[in-house]
């Protein structure tokens, strides 16, 4: 059975353009692997780079996106489902459902979120999914410094900053997928 992998990412492009070229690799390459992709729906920004290149790849992708978003982000054409939802908390459950593994790309708010509902489920066993987190161009180091800062402090057991793997490199994060997910 095809393993589905969460991307979760920014809706905007940044100011990056190495990202974006990162992000549309990502995609290929996970649908090369034999992943399928699980995202945010929308076709601007990261969030579609990384559906058009798996979609080019003949990749299986998976959209979710609530009615609320459908009027603001062009929805991404050519999926292989589609599934608008009533609202953004029913996009992270069917999206965590329907996924084997989560990756984190660069991202605002949503993906912060994101990154932290299935960290967070992670810690208390709601799932066992494994949790990738890409710091291209070093995008995540103040987040992950401030998390060693709180584990300093006692608000964290340094054995939760274990459950998300920091990945720089698209053919590493592919490969670690591969390992743990047995693929």
Known sequence: MKKNICVFCGSRDGNNLDMIAKTAEVGRELSYAGFGIVFGGGRLGLMGAVAK????????????????LTSREPIQQQLTELHVVDDIIERKRLMIE????????PGGFGTLDELFEVWTGLQVGAHNKPIIIANWGNYYDQLLSFLRQ??????LNGDHLKGAEVINDVDAIV???KKSLGN
């Not at 798996?54 to 992708?61: F, H, K, R, T």
């Open 53 to 68: 290149a798996a979609i080019e790849a003949n990749g299986s992708v998976i959209g979710i996106i609530p009615k609320g």
């Open 175 to 177: 490969s670690a997928l």
């Open 150 to 155: 709180a584990d300093e402090h006692g608000f």
């Open 98 to 105: 329907k996924s084997d593994a989560f990756l984190i790309l």
